[in-house]
């Protein structure tokens, strides 16, 4: 028996079922430990890239927009000009900056919508977004529904 | 079934299973760790800088605006001058890969900066006789109440919303 050869008659023994279910068995459950790991591995650079290249630069020109327009509707007011029609338009542009959101421009991520288009037979879950991130957008669907309903009513 | 076994492998074959699925799943949770972090990443710039530009855009403009009416208001061009310099001085990149990547020991005190930055637009707006933006107002009334906490959570923007999380969510495959 110190044969390292298949001598054993019964060859039989295992058959072709038994080693497909071994190999799902094994190759699943190292799948699944293996996306949650490669996940944790990718996080921190994902959110740096995220940060530094589409947060940031968007944030820092939307933003000084809105201190720009604020500097100068105050200057403007502070002239005394209060029913200028130039202090008017500021305001207005004032207006309009601050219903701005992050959702409103963001660029559209190319490798999730990619990914999430392979996805596409799975659950139909939103991908590449945390819980927190889908509450948020809920609420600023119910701000537009809300902003849209008093427009209306004011008109 | 072959007439040949290498040994070694029947003896790892599970092992062997395991590693084939877990390279295959590892590369695909990359993926979504990627898209995910990036979506986090993106709001949390956003919101830092949306506010830090706002400081900068007004303190440019009013800059502009005494150049060109010849203001000599020494307080208030003081107020511009060392608001743009705190500005600048505000990270563009997640100062926990920057540190990494530098491999410097040195610091930036985040929030520190974050504070110096509000409180010297809100000084800006007092020598210009402008009430400030709410912002710099609700941010820093829970913190003008004396000697910050040594203990501040140190300002590198980690990912720690995603460990509350049940880590299959949005996982599939």
Known sequence: MDSPWEEDPRADYAPEADWAKLSNEFTNSGYREGIIAGKESALQEG??????????????????????????????????????????????????????????????????????????????????????????????????MVQRLTAGATK | MADEFDLEALVHLEQTFYDAGYTDGFAHGRIHGLIEGRALGREKGFEIWEEIGFYEGFAITWQAIYAKHGHNDQRAMHHIKHLLDLVSQFPQINPSTAAIASGATEEIDISKLQRQIRSRYKALCASLGIKPTLRAVDAESTEDGGIQSADQQKQVWKLEEDAKRPTMQGLSF
Request: charged content about 25%; cysteine-free.
């Open chain 1, 47 to 144: 959110f740096d890239a995220g940060f530094a290249h589409v947060g940031v630069p968007i944030g820092r020109d939307l933003g000084s927009m809105r201190g720009i327009i604020s500097a100068i509707t105050s200057f403007l007011s502070s002239k005394g000009q209060e029913d200028s029609t130039t202090l008017t338009t500021a305001r207005e542009i004032s207006s309009s900056l601050a219903g701005v959101r992050f959702s409103d421009i963001v660029p559209v991520d190319q490798e999730a919508e990619q990914h999430a288009r392979e996805h596409l037979d799975a659950n139909g879950d939103p991908i590449g977004q945390s819980e927190e991130l889908l509450q948020k957008r809920e609420m600023e669907g119910l701000e537009d």
